[in-house]
């Protein structure tokens, strides 16, 4: 069989999966779908005229970068979609929640995502997440929407915390969470009042490492909750409330790191996010949504085959994350028409093992 031959097989295989848990979708909008998503990984960029030269087509690459056109154009791929193709992937069990932003700039445009995603693999698999229509931070409002999505679908029960960094944070937001049952885990700024005095006053001549708390729980933005606080190396005082135990608090929120290594492996140093020239906010949710899945699949591939992950570093990081590992197993296979990929494809079928109590590294992405 010739390589055009298999990759023309692997595209029709993944679309007719596609077409099972997306049955109300077209058939050739789903196989146009499969072919961009194995040349995004192949081509590990998101400019059209790079993908368009690994689509499993005999046509002229014009007449390719038009397919990757109408699949950005179709205004029936929507986010609901990636929604019921990455769900099935979650293990059982309570599922850790992180929610950030990313940004960058096309020309003077600005590009704004807010995202909320699941902690897996020791990154963050995004599964909601809003085009922002402005620069810099969100409203409670904005971040309301995404938790209030997601939970139609993903019951409060199966949340076991939300981690959001420092400024993620206000009266509404957290009055929110509450009401709807979600822990917190937020990194709060040192002009929070705990209580009534100022966070900075409360937590003075820290060493680095040391790790203090308030003996008791504190009013933190109308909630009593845990705050407990840090010295990184560099000198930066990390101060975290929560509704989780002293013990638990920093541990949990350490996590939250993950979500920078999905958007360094969507990005720069992965599948080249930032080099999009659409600016147009449903286009461009359109393409995020297609990394997600294409991340949710390196991630399973390279938690299946965490035995090919370099081992750690002196100071415990490993030197390659298991999305950057298994990205380089699935392009590879993809592009080779190598048999490995009927095992990784089966992976994309099946949801993550059960979560378990392994100790979490920090990674380098």
């Given at each position: 069989?010739?390589?055009?031959?298999?990759?023309?097989?692997?595209?029709?295989?993944?679309?007719?999966?596609?077409?099972?848990?997306?049955?109300?979708?077209?058939?050739?909008?789903?196989?146009?779908?499969?072919?961009?998503?194995?040349?995004?990984?192949?081509?590990?960029?998101?400019?059209?005229?790079?993908?368009?030269?690994?689509?499993?087509?005999?046509?002229?690459?014009?007449?390719?970068?038009?397919?990757?056109?109408?699949?950005?154009?179709?205004?029936?791929?929507?986010?609901?979609?990636?929604?019921?193709?990455?769900?099935?992937?979650?293990?059982?069990?309570?599922?850790?929640?992180?929610?950030?932003?990313?940004?960058?700039?096309?020309?003077?445009?600005?590009?704004?995502?807010?995202?909320?995603?699941?902690?897996?693999?020791?990154?963050?698999?995004?599964?909601?997440?809003?085009?922002?229509?402005?620069?810099?931070?969100?409203?409670?409002?904005?971040?309301?929407?995404?938790?209030?999505?997601?939970?139609?679908?993903?019951?409060?029960?199966?949340?076991?915390?939300?981690?959001?960094?420092?400024?993620?944070?206000?009266?509404?937001?957290?009055?929110?969470?509450?009401?709807?049952?979600?822990?917190?885990?937020?990194?709060?700024?040192?002009?929070?009042?705990?209580?009534?005095?100022?966070?900075?006053?409360?937590?003075?001549?820290?060493?680095?490492?040391?790790?203090?708390?308030?003996?008791?729980?504190?009013?933190?933005?109308?909630?009593?909750?845990?705050?407990?606080?840090?010295?990184?190396?560099?000198?930066?005082?990390?101060?975290?409330?929560?509704?989780?135990?002293?013990?638990?608090?920093?541990?949990?929120?350490?996590?939250?790191?993950?979500?920078?290594?999905?958007?360094?492996?969507?990005?720069?140093?992965?599948?080249?996010?930032?080099?999009?020239?659409?600016?147009?906010?449903?286009r461009l949710s359109r393409?995020?949504?297609?990394?997600?899945?294409?991340?949710?699949?390196?991630?399973?591939?390279?938690?299946?085959?965490?035995?090919?992950?370099?081992?750690?570093?002196?100071?415990?990081?490993?030197?390659?994350?298991?999305?950057?590992?298994?990205?380089?197993?699935?392009?590879?296979?993809?592009?080779?028409?190598?048999?490995?990929?009927?095992?990784?494809?089966?992976?994309?079928?099946?949801?993550?093992?059960?979560?378990?109590?392994?100790?979490?590294?920090?990674?380098?992405c």
């Open positions: 069989m010739t390589t055009s031959s298999t990759a023309l097989l692997h595209a029709d295989t993944l679309a007719a999966y596609l077409k099972d848990r997306l049955p109300r979708r077209r058939t050739d909008a789903l196989m146009r779908l499969a072919e961009v998503l194995l040349g995004i990984l192949q081509a590990e960029s998101t400019l059209h005229r790079k993908i368009a030269l690994h689509l499993p087509r005999i046509a002229s690459l014009e007449s390719k970068t038009r397919v990757l056109a109408r699949v950005f154009h179709d205004e029936q791929l929507k986010p609901q979609d990636v929604l019921d193709i990455l769900l099935p992937l979650l293990p059982v069990g309570r599922l850790t929640m992180v929610m950030d932003r990313t940004n960058w700039h096309y020309g003077q445009t600005p590009l704004n995502l807010l995202v909320l995603g699941v902690a897996l693999g020791g990154v963050v698999i995004p599964l909601v997440w809003t085009v922002l229509p402005h620069q810099g931070n969100s409203c409670s409002s904005a971040r309301i929407l995404p938790v209030a999505q997601l939970l139609k679908l993903l019951p409060a029960k199966r949340w076991a915390v939300l981690i959001a960094d420092r400024e993620f944070v206000g009266r509404e937001w957290c009055d929110y969470l509450r009401w709807r049952g979600i822990k917190r885990c937020f990194r709060i700024k040192e002009n929070t009042r705990i209580d009534d005095e100022l966070a900075r006053d409360q937590f003075e001549n820290l060493q680095p490492g040391e790790v203090r708390s308030v003996f008791e729980k504190a009013w933190v933005y109308g909630s009593l909750m845990q705050v407990v606080v840090t010295l990184s190396p560099v000198g930066e005082r990390v101060i975290v409330a929560s509704d989780l135990s002293v013990l638990d608090t920093l541990q949990t929120y350490q996590k939250h790191w993950g979500i920078e290594c999905s958007f360094s492996v969507m990005k720069s140093r992965g599948l080249g996010l930032e080099a999009t020239h659409m600016t147009a906010p449903d393409l995020f949504g297609l990394l997600c899945i294409a991340l949710a699949w390196m991630v399973r591939v390279g938690d299946a085959q965490q035995h090919l992950v370099p081992p750690p570093d002196n100071r415990g990081r490993l030197a390659k994350s298991k999305a950057r590992t298994g990205w380089m197993l699935l392009s590879q296979a993809v592009r080779w028409g190598l048999d490995a990929f009927w095992t990784y494809f089966e992976l994309l079928k099946t949801s993550f093992p059960a979560l378990d109590a392994r100790k979490s590294r920090s990674v380098s």
